[in-house]
């Protein structure tokens, strides 16, 4: 089993920064694929970045890309880099962690190409 918790949300104003960070803990015996998703109120939740077991490798959503990034701490801790934020990015972030080592745009794009969930943390974008 393993466990995701997310940390750094908060208020800020647009055009600031944040940086979210995700601890993963428990049973894991290798490296995990991991990324970022978001949800805003009445909206579905949607991919954000990705990023590989070795971290040598990301993916970022359009909405995103120069503006956010990923990094990874270790083998079971990541980052999210949030710059330039956007009123539109007012939402809950939410870390996922997948077992399968095999990192892809088609797999780690979608919610379902996940195995484990963080709670989330709010991330509120004041215009």
């Known amino acids: 089993q393993v466990q995701l918790v997310e940390s750094g949300g908060g208020l800020v104003q647009a055009g600031g920064s944040l940086r979210l960070s995700c601890a993963a803990s428990?049973?894991?015996?290798?490296?995990?694929?991991m990324g970022w998703f978001r949800q805003a109120p009445g909206k579905e939740r949607e991919f954000v970045a990705a990023i590989s077991r070795s971290g040598l490798s990301v993916f970022y959503a359009d909405s995103v890309k120069g503006r956010f990034t990923i990094s990874r701490d270790n083998a079971k801790n990541i980052n999210l880099q949030m710059n330039s934020l956007k009123p539109e990015d007012t939402a809950v972030y939410y870390c996922?962690?997948?077992?399968?080592?095999?990192?892809?745009?088609?797999?780690?794009?979608?919610?379902?190409?996940?195995?484990?969930w963080g709670q989330g943390t709010q991330v509120t974008v004041s215009s």
């Open positions: 996922a962690a997948d077992r399968d080592p095999t990192f892809s745009f088609s797999r780690h794009s979608r919610f379902s190409g996940y195995d484990y």
């Open positions: 428990g049973r894991t015996f290798s490296s995990l694929v």
